[in-house]
């Protein structure tokens, strides 16, 4: 049965980070706006969950964006909430290459990271200036909310105006790769090098140095520095969501939750109809709403909208490259069994399935007790496969999963068999329960030269009135490239009903 309420301006699916910002963002502006999300609570890859005494963050373990002018800072002000109480990681992570070489620590402060570098990787230091060349440029762009791609005059005037002089310049390398920038540097041949760029790059852009864009890891590679820096959350990352309830509550929107998106279809009044079904029972549920702003998978979009899509638009999507799947090891530890001054990310190479990154509570911050530590340590795998599996395979294929992992972490920590007091492992078929994505993808598009950037989906669809944010929209993945969509996607309707949005800086 439909509610007895009339139309709403706007229906956003999907209450992660980028649907919860931009249904707060458009609340904000004075439009009728409700969120619906399929599961019992929001945050989606960025929210926690508990077992016993620990409380687990269920992909996400860091954020950027919250020093002054950062895209968390800047939209938490003008929602008029305040940002979650954070600490700067200093060391951002510690990268364990497994050559003998010694761990690499991405220090906070620009002039020891540039010591770091230089004992660990010497004769690099033309690369690195030509990334920081690079990134200051993308950043001068990016403050100025440009809108990549651009597909009408409006889009392209934003984008046209937050050029500067250095973007005329790093243009020419819009399809160029950052293993194109080694060698252009002339590092190309330093294999240390680019095993750990393969390594950090994978974390937030789902590849290795020869397929990441080199404006998108220029800026990556970058964000561990004063004056940004990765951020780790006081109790955990539920801390984001909870912040942008508030606001999108204080700005009269409506979150539903256990309301699952099942189809979508624009009538010839101009409203779109959106189906959702609610909880266990799977009631019948749906709204009118003049637009719709969709924080999900791409990949979603032919099931919901059927006949309705062009199809070419259809074909673009069903063509659109897997992004990863991860396998993910909860656990938990007492501290003393860690080393002294154990830092809040590291990543391990040599292990297997796969390079690890670990995320390790630190004390006080809420995770686990006092003399205790939880430990999330993930690795990519390929989607797909594990749902190909019948139970018994999946069941020793989780297994060996599992056990390859605390292997590789007590090779890497020094942990003893026996020191685990909980372990539990996540694969694809997990977060696909979780969050309802296809096939439990944990990530977007991936930040390829031929996805980046002018070359990546639009916010904007083929479709009047329907929109689209998240980790496949410009400018990627994490929480603060998920926010800097939303804020895309709320400024191109808001536009299309000609209203302004505009958050300083």
């Not at 919250?66 to 990268?95: I, K, Y």
């Not at 004992?119 to 990134?135: I, Q, Y």
């Not at 750990?196 to 994978?202: C, K, M, V």
């Not at 309830?245 to 539903?256: D, I, P």
Request: proline share 8%; aromatic share 6%; glycine share 12%.
């Amino acid at each position: 049965m439909p509610p007895a309420e009339g139309p709403l301006d706007v229906v956003v699916v999907g209450a992660g980070i980028a649907g919860l910002t931009a249904a707060a963002l458009l609340a904000r502006e004075g439009l009728a706006v409700e969120l619906l999300e399929a599961h019992r609570q929001s945050g989606g890859c960025a929210g926690t969950f508990r077992r016993g005494p620990y409380t687990f963050d269920v992909g996400a373990t860091q954020v950027a964006g919250l020093e002054p002018g950062g895209s968390h800072a800047r939209l938490f002000r003008h929602l008029g909430v305040a940002p979650p109480p954070a600490t700067p990681l200093d060391p951002a992570c510690v990268v364990h290459l497994d050559d003998g070489g010694g761990p690499v620590h991405l220090w906070r402060d620009p002039q020891r990271w540039r010591e770091e570098r230089q004992a660990h990787f010497p004769g690099s230091e033309p690369f690195w200036r030509l990334c920081a060349a690079l990134h200051h440029a993308n950043w001068q762009f990016a403050g100025r909310d440009p809108v990549l791609p651009p597909r009408n005059l409006w889009d392209l005037s934003q984008t046209l105006r937050a050029l500067g002089a250095g973007n005329l310049i790093s243009g020419l390398l819009i399809a160029s790769s950052v293993a194109d920038l080694l060698r252009l540097s002339g590092c190309g041949s330093d294999g240390r090098l680019r095993r750990f760029l393969d390594l950090q790059l994978r974390l937030y852009s789902q590849e290795p140095a020869e397929r990441t864009a080199a404006l998108y890891g220029a800026t990556v590679l970058a964000m561990g520095q004063e004056p940004l820096g990765l951020w780790h959350l006081h109790s955990s990352m539920q801390a984001l969501s909870s912040q942008l309830e508030t606001a999108l509550a204080a700005a009269g929107g409506r979150l539903r939750l256990r309301h699952r998106l099942t189809r979508l279809r624009r009538g010839g009044n101009g409203l779109w109809t959106v189906e959702s079904t609610v909880g266990s029972q799977k009631r019948s549920y749906h709204r009118l709403a003049r637009d719709v702003v969709l924080a999900i998978p791409p990949q979603a979009l032919p099931d919901l909208l059927g006949e309705q899509l062009q199809e070419g638009y259809r074909r673009r999507l069903k063509t659109l490259p897997d992004p990863s799947g991860a396998l993910v090891l909860y656990a938990a530890v007492p501290r003393q069994a860690l080393p002294a001054a154990t830092p809040a990310h590291l990543q391990f190479d040599g292990t297997s399935p796969g390079p690890l990154f670990v995320s390790v509570s630190q004390p006080g911050d809420g995770r686990a007790p006092d003399d205790q530590a939880t430990v999330i340590a993930s690795v990519f795998t390929p989607a797909r496969p594990w749902f190909r599996l019948e139970p018994g395979a999946y069941a020793a294929a989780k297994s060996e999963a599992q056990s390859s992992i605390q292997a590789g972490l007590e090779r890497g920590l020094g942990l003893r068999p026996d020191d685990w007091l909980h372990a539990e492992l996540a694969t694809p078929q997990s977060f696909a329960r979780w969050t309802g994505r296809p096939y439990g993808f944990v990530g977007g598009l991936g930040q390829r030269p031929g996805c980046f950037g002018p070359f990546g989906l639009a916010s904007r669809t083929p479709l009047p009135g329907l929109w689209l944010c998240g980790d496949s929209i410009h400018p990627g993945e994490g929480t603060a490239g998920v926010s800097l969509s939303a804020l895309t996607a709320s400024r191109q309707l808001l536009a299309s009903r000609g209203l302004s949005l505009q958050v300083a800086a």
